[in-house]
């Protein structure tokens, strides 16, 4: 991509995010249940999770597209629960960027404007503007279908600038894109958040995306949230299992405990202790990076050794056939049914209820 986002741009005024006890029910499928959040002023918020966890729903109903079943949603201290999305004071980015092949660039930059009677002079100077900030000045003659796919994003991301909102709604923007394209845009519309000042509501799937970009965090689970924290705590301390194993590349291992000799082992092998006796049924994390190759350790069998480059990622198996992957630095040649043991930190290792997926407090063992 050779275009990039130009012209210092005058901050606008972020406001805060709030939805309180917010459910979305679909006869007897609850779609959201009982979600509270509050986003910041001028802060990037990722809506993480996977499909059908209810991130797009949330979404939805923030913009005003959708009705809430119960709970309120508050922008920038009003209750606009049932307010129609005109006058919620939010713009909004589709997955499939909703632009009409029959007007030209400039047209459907304004087009929102336009119906909402805005005068043609201070149309002529939002669009002047957006198209400084994204670098399409010289697109603004062109149809869509004459664009590719970073241009066209480009064009919506320009209609929501426009709208001059508080507050702007993405929903998967970036899906559609290559991987290449993605990650410039990553840090384009980064770049253009930190520099309107505007306060970002982001829905993606992906994990890098919510890593990479966001300073709050939310992750949904069948909808509910399952964690709302920076994307550094979300990594560093997991609140559940589901937490943990979502989040990270490769994602962590989590390895069913039993008790041993002296403590609590991995199932299927007779050590080393990785924490001490438990009362309870529970899954040891540790990310794959977290491991290295040792004397001394937990037992593996390499089931096969990946060179990506920079590292190499080596599924094994551990115990009764648990799966355990290692991201180990450069290239390690390992050969393929060959036995290792892995080592870590004592505070690299992570400890969740088997059952109910959350969080436990523990004094972990070095390894």
């Given at each position: ?25 679909f ?64 713009a ?25 009677g ?21 697109l ?31 929903d ?37 995306e ?23 705590d979300?990594?560093?301390?997991p ?78 198996t ?50």
């Open positions: 991509m050779t275009d990039q986002i130009t012209s210092a741009t005058p901050r606008a005024a972020g406001v805060v995010v709030r939805l309180r006890g917010v459910s979305r029910r006869g007897q499928v609850a779609a959201l249940d009982a979600v509270s959040l509050e986003v910041a002023a001028g802060s990037f918020c990722v809506l993480l999770g996977p499909s059908g966890c209810g991130k797009t729903t949330c979404l939805r109903i923030v913009a005003g597209l959708e009705q809430a079943s119960d709970g309120t949603v508050e922008i920038g201290g009003r209750d606009v629960t049932h307010l129609p999305p005109a006058r919620r004071g939010v909004m980015v589709f997955q499939s960027y909703a632009l009409f092949p029959h007007l030209d660039v400039a047209e459907n930059i304004v087009f929102g404007l336009k119906a909402r805005v005068p043609k002079p201070e149309r002529a100077r939002r669009l002047e503007r957006a198209a400084a900030i994204l670098g399409i000045g010289h603004l003659a062109r149809r869509p279908g004459q664009l590719s796919g970073g241009q066209q994003q480009r064009v919506a991301l320009g209609r929501a600038i426009v709208a001059e909102s508080p507050v702007c709604l993405m998967e923007p970036l899906s559609n894109l290559d991987a290449q394209l993605r990650a410039d845009m990553r840090r384009e519309i980064l770049t253009l958040q930190r520099r309107l000042g505007i306060t970002m509501l982001y829905v993606t799937h992906d994990q890098t919510a890593m990479g970009m966001a300073d709050q965090v939310v992750l949904l689970r069948n909808g509910r949230i399952e964690q709302d924290a920076p994307p550094a979300v990594y560093a301390q609140a559940t299992a589901f937490a943990a194993s979502f989040i990270g590349t490769p994602p962590m291992n989590l390895l069913p405990l039993v008790p041993g000799a002296g403590g609590m082992v991995v199932r299927g092998t007779d050590g080393p202790v990785l924490v001490p006796s438990l009362s309870t049924e529970a899954l040891a994390g540790i990310r794959p990076e977290a491991l290295r190759l040792a004397d001394a350790g937990i037992p593996a069998t390499v089931l096969h050794a990946e060179y990506l480059g920079a590292d190499t990622v080596a599924a094994c551990v115990g009764d056939g648990i799966r355990l992957l290692a991201r180990l630095p450069g290239r390690a040649a390992i050969p393929d049914g060959a036995t290792v043991r892995f080592a870590a930190d004592a505070a690299d290792f992570h400890l969740f209820d088997a059952a109910t997926g959350q969080r436990l407090q523990f004094v972990p063992q070095p390894v």
